[in-house]
């Protein structure tokens, strides 16, 4: 069982790896229409829920997006909120899929189903917000939907599918081996004992069958 300490502990350690993300990602020198920038915070918040909880998702994108706000976000108020939503909307779905159905493969197939709704929620945001943003009409905004807008954060999902996919075991690792996490159920069950298989039944059977022979 989580403790509330250790889950303050956790979350604080989460947002700010994610923030640190997010500065990793700045330094990369792509830009889609001069203001779109590869975010790979969104990965962190995905394995950062995925431990703790569907909640987790939301403060850590609260609070992250906040950070960006005060102090490297040079789109304000707007992109506070563009963040929240894309965070959210990415990091959700695979952390109430996994609270049911808690294997990774589970988490790994809604992060497809997220992905899609992340786009989709951000294509709708671009069409609505960009706009008032870049002082433009929506017709300009509305060209550029599908060749900018749409292969951007099509990217941008399965770039952060990818770091999930290589960081969450190593990181779930590092947590359990400092005591933040408790051990996994497999290994709960391996040291209650160990759960006959067949091959074990079938052994023991042979051996008692040879003895009363």
Known sequence: MITKTKKLVMLGLFSAIAFLFTNIGNLIPIRFAGFLSFDPKDAIIVIASLALGPSTAIIISVVVAFLE???????????????????????????????????????????????VITI??????????????????????????????????????LMNTILVAFLYKPFVKILRRVGLLPPSRRIKREAKGIKPTPVIVVNQYVRCAKNKH
């Open 69 to 115: 706000l005060i102090t490297i976000s040079s789109t304000g108020i707007i992109g506070f909120i563009m963040n929240v939503i894309a965070s959210c909307s990415f990091a959700l779905i695979p952390a109430i899929i996994y609270k049911t159905f808690r294997t990774f493969k589970s988490a790994m197939s809604s992060l497809f189903i997220s992905s």
């Open 120 to 157: 989709l929620l951000m294509l709708l945001w671009n069409f609505l917000v960009t706009p008032i943003y870049m002082h433009v009409p929506r017709q300009v905004v509305e060209g550029m939907l599908i060749p900018v807008f749409l292969p951007f954060n099509a990217l941008k999902c």
